[in-house]
């Protein structure tokens, strides 16, 4: 579940506010209980754990386990509904540097290497056919919006737009992602590899394929049983090191990336055939999941001194 800073979430705030709602998650982080097996073991009258439980329920956070019920609609069994939240705040704080702003739609990969399950879908209709890596090569695919494959990678070749005497600082990929299953699968981890002009600039691993609520700008013809929404990461590589949403992956920093020495920045975001979580890909546009963007690159830079006479 992602979480803002807005009167849409603050429902779900003020439903974490509670030492009780919080005993309750808890004891539903370990089994699915009745409201009755509930109220004993937190010795709360029914009435009372009745108001915890409607509250709970109405945000999202916990849901009926019709399996558990095993048919008996009479039956309320209650499960978790979510496993993570996640806080978004409305500003990022940049270094004050000048910036380089480039948006990439998913569907302009220049070179790729897909394996089902793969497809790609725009905010309209499924592109081509589910399943079938020729899809990857036709031209509706500039229209793609949504982008998922079990094994492989895809490509993109970005204007590299420095001038002569500017000075990169650090380079930012923000993009929503989450990894592949066949329906979906919120448990299923994926280690998900960046490179950038050839070189392995670090790897996140991704836990799983999102489809707890439904995504706030997913299509209605999406079926809901399939990937909803993935989670936004900051990939950031300065002059020390590359890190992920604040936190070190890797030494490499900006200067191995030689960016003077190409007019174009090649990214390619994919799986490795040696990935431990070799659980897949999907990368979400500005038409699907929770964040109304395509991938975003920024480069920061600062102009050569100027010379005085």
Known sequence: ??????????????????????????LLAESSYTASDLADKLRLSKAVLSRHIAQLEDTGLIQL???????????????????????????????PFKRKNYEI?????????AE??????SKDSIIGKIDEPRTFVSNERIHASLLWLSNGFVEYKIPNMLEEGQQAKMLELS????????????????DITFSINGIEVGTWTCPGNFSDVRGKLTPLWWNEKYSQ?????????????TGIDGEKIS??????????DSPFITLRIGVLP??????????????FGNHPQNIMMSLYYVDPPQITQ
């Not at 579940?1 to 808890?26: F, G, H, Q």
């Not at 066949?182 to 994926?190: G, K, L």
Request: aromatic share 8%; proline share 3%.
């Open 1 to 26: 579940m992602e979480l803002r800073l807005d009167k849409e979430s603050l429902a779900v705030y003020k439903a974490l506010a509670s030492e009780t709602r919080l005993d309750i998650l808890n």
């Open 116 to 121: 089902p399950t793969c497809g790609l879908a």
């Open 175 to 190: 993009l929503e992602l989450s990894s592949e299953y066949p329906v979906s699968n919120n448990e299923w981890p994926s």
């Open 274 to 287: 040696d990935a431990v979580h070799q659980g897949g890909l999907t990368i979400f546009g500005q038409d």
């Open 229 to 241: 929404y993935g989670l936004l990461k900051h990939l950031r590589i300065n002059t020390d090191d």
């Open 251 to 260: 030494n490499v920093n900006l200067e191995d990336l030689r960016l003077d």
């Open 105 to 113: 739609k998913l569907g302009y990969f220049t070179d790729f290497s």
């Open 65 to 95: 386990d019709r399996a558990a019920a095993k048919g008996d609609n009479r039956k309320k069994i209650y499960a978790l509904k979510v496993d993570h939240a996640d806080i978004v705040f409305p500003k990022k704080i940049y270094l």
